[in-house]
């Protein structure tokens, strides 16, 4: 059990840490945004890079923070039935839920979106506008990101798996 324990503390501090740099993103985003707006409104010089910068920042952000809100319980969810059912039957529900919906999911995304990184990164793709952003760092990123996702199922699994072993809830 201590093993698991580590294992879970782990995987858990690891997305814990990029959750929160991830979440830093927002910030840079907010001045793209708020630059654009007084270049645009202000000054009525539009640019032609802040529009794909921002949607970079955000996919990046969007899909870096996946794995920590699963770890803080942020995805949607619904517990009508499943809160009256006892502490070792929900974990059973989640282990099961977990193996036939979410594994092949994320782990298909994983590992299709390696190979549309490794295509872009061997062309060195950029996007089709004048600015030419590098579309191979955000292709980068969603495996990353599902890469995280992944993980952080392992770890919830593993929580559960305590739950049926000790009979409570995994509280680090």
């Not at 529900?93 to 061997?122: C, H, K, R």
Request: avoid cysteine.
């Amino acid at each position: 059990m201590e093993n698991i324990s580590k294992i879970i503390k782990v995987i858990d501090s690891i997305n814990s840490w990029v959750g929160k740099i991830g979440a830093w993103s927002i910030v840079a985003l907010t001045l793209l945004i708020v630059f654009e707006v007084i270049s645009r409104r202000v000054f009525n010089s539009p640019t032609i890079w802040t529009y794909e910068m921002i949607t970079m920042t955000f996919s990046f952000h969007f899909m870096i923070v996946g794995g920590y809100a699963l770890l803080q319980k942020s995805l949607v969810s619904v517990d009508v039935l499943y809160n009256r059912l006892s502490l070792k039957v929900q974990a059973i529900m989640d282990i099961i839920t977990y193996f036939i919906l979410f594994f092949p999911f994320i782990l298909g995304v994983f590992f299709v979106s390696i190979g549309n990184a490794q295509e872009s990164w061997a062309v060195m793709e950029t996007s089709s506008s004048l600015f030419g952003a590098p579309v191979y760092l955000t292709k980068t990123v969603i495996p990353v990101a599902f890469g995280l996702l992944s993980l952080q199922g392992i770890s919830e699994v593993l929580k559960r798996v305590l739950v049926l072993m000790k009979g409570e809830t995994y509280n680090g």
